[in-house]
């Protein structure tokens, strides 16, 4: 079987009719910026997560989306998720309620360890947007 993705077939069509919205709570909040930092966003514009998993939170002011690059990047940081889902490129990123930016892609760079979920939004870092451990994110 071809991958769905690769062969383009939800380029015309959104078929995530419902979902339920995916919590958690940070785990780490980062500090840093790199403007030549060489993500590769990979190509399937949704992935799951499980409660339990720990992932990093990136933003970009860059417009970018699947099976592009970024580079312009700042770390938020690391979230545990709580209650799983299904993360779809469009959603919003709330941390507090606020939304920090949408979601633009997926980077497996680090996996199994954690996925990159790179944000489009104002380029700032946790440290930046005045984050603390323990503060509450949702997405969708």
């Known amino acids: 079987m071809a991958d769905p993705y690769a062969r383009n077939m939800f380029g015309q069509f959104n078929p995530y009719f419902a979902k339920r919205q995916i919590t958690g709570s940070l785990a780490v909040v980062l500090d840093g910026t790199f403007d030549e930092r060489g993500l ?10 499980k409660a339990s998993e720990i992932h990093e939170l990136i933003l970009t002011n860059e417009k970018t989306g699947p099976g592009q690059s970024v580079n312009h990047i700042a770390y938020v940081g690391f979230a545990e998720i709580t209650q ?14 606020a939304v920090i930016g949408t979601i633009a892609g997926f980077d497996e760079t680090h996996m199994p360890n954690h ?6 939004g104002t380029r700032q870092t946790g440290r930046e947007l005045n984050l ?8 969708g």
Do not use: C, F, H, K
């Open 84 to 97: 799983g889902g299904v993360i779809v490129v469009g959603d919003p990123v709330r941390i507090e309620g």
């Open 115 to 120: 996925l990159n979920i790179v944000l489009a």
């Open 40 to 49: 590769i966003l990979i190509s399937p514009s949704s992935r799951a997560v």
């Open 132 to 139: 603390t451990v323990e503060t509450p994110i949702t997405i």
